[in-house]
C-alpha cells in the first residue's frame, strides 16, 4: 500500500497522514530468520517423534544443519514439540513355572565387544480384532537387533524361533540375558542356547529394570513403530515391523549411547578398529 501511495504522495506527507516513522515507508518485509531450520525440526521430529532435543540436535547435524542444542531446545518450546509419553504395556512374562531358575550374570558387568550379552523380551501388539506377540533380541554393545519373530500365541515357539533366527547369522552371545518367564526358562529354550556354549542369566522376578536395555528396546518399539501405525492383520504387521527393526532401527535410528550413530555404523566403526589394532600388532 505504502509502495503504491508514493507514487503519488511525497513520502513525508504519507507519514504525517498515517503516523508512521518514516523509515517504514522504505522497508521491504523478508521471509523469516530461521525459517528453513524450523522446518528441517518439524520434519525431523516427525519421522522421530520421541527423540528428545539432544538426539533432535545430532540428527539434524547428521542432515547438515548447524544447529546447537540450546537453540533445538528453545524452537521445539516455541513449535510445541515434544516426545510422546511411555506407554504402559501389560504383563507378558509368566514367572510361575517349574522350570530352573538361573542368576543374574551381568548386574556389574562391563560390556565392552559384540555378541558379549544378548538381552531378550517379548511384547504385545493390539490389532483390530486380536492381539499379537513380539519377541526379539539385542546385542548391548552394538544395540543391533539380532533377531525377532512375530506371532499369534504366547508360547515357547515364539521365543525360539526369534532366537533360530538370531542364531542364523553364524553368531551366538557369550551371555543370554532375559527375565525367568516360562518361554526363556523352558528347557529347549535353555538347551540351545548351551549347546552354542552360552551361559544363561536371567533378572529377579519382580525387578524389570535388570532386563532394562531390552524393557527401553520395547518401549522404542511401541512409541516409534506399534503407535504410530495401523495394522490390517499378522502380516501386515509382519511386514511393517520388518521394516522398522532392519532398515530404521539397524541402520538410521542414531542412539545417544553409540555416540549418536546407528547400530549398523557402531559396528562397523568397531570391526575396522578391531581390524586395524589386529593389523598393526601383527606388523
Known sequence: MMLLLREHFPVNRLCEVLDLPRSSAYYQSRPAAGRPLRDALVEVAGRWPTYGYRRLTKQLQREGHAVNAKRVRRLMHELGI???????????????????RVPNLVADLEVTRPDQVWVADITYIQLRKE???????MDI????????????????ELTLTALRRALEAGTHPEIHHSDQGVQYAATAYVDLLRTRGTAVSMAQVGMPEENGYAERLMRTIKEEEVALSDYE?????????NRF?????NTKRIHSALGYLTP???????????????CMQST
Do not use: C
Open 131 to 137: 492381539f499379537i506377540y513380539l519377541a526379539v533380541l
Open 82 to 100: 515434544m516426545g510422546k509419553a511411555p506407554e504402559k504395556k501389560p504383563r507378558t512374562t509368566d514367572s510361575s513355572h517349574p522350570y530352573p
Open 233 to 241: 492383520d499378522l502380516g501386515d504387521a509382519s511386514r511393517q515391523l
Open 141 to 156: 554393545f552394538t544395540r543391533r537387533i539380532v533377531g525377532w519373530h512375530l506371532g499369534r500365541g504366547l508360547d515357547q
Open 264 to 278: 549398523e555404523e557402531f559396528a562397523t566403526e568397531h570391526r575396522q578398529k578391531q581390524d586395524k589394532r589386529e
Open 245 to 249: 527393526l532392519n532398515d530404521v532401527y
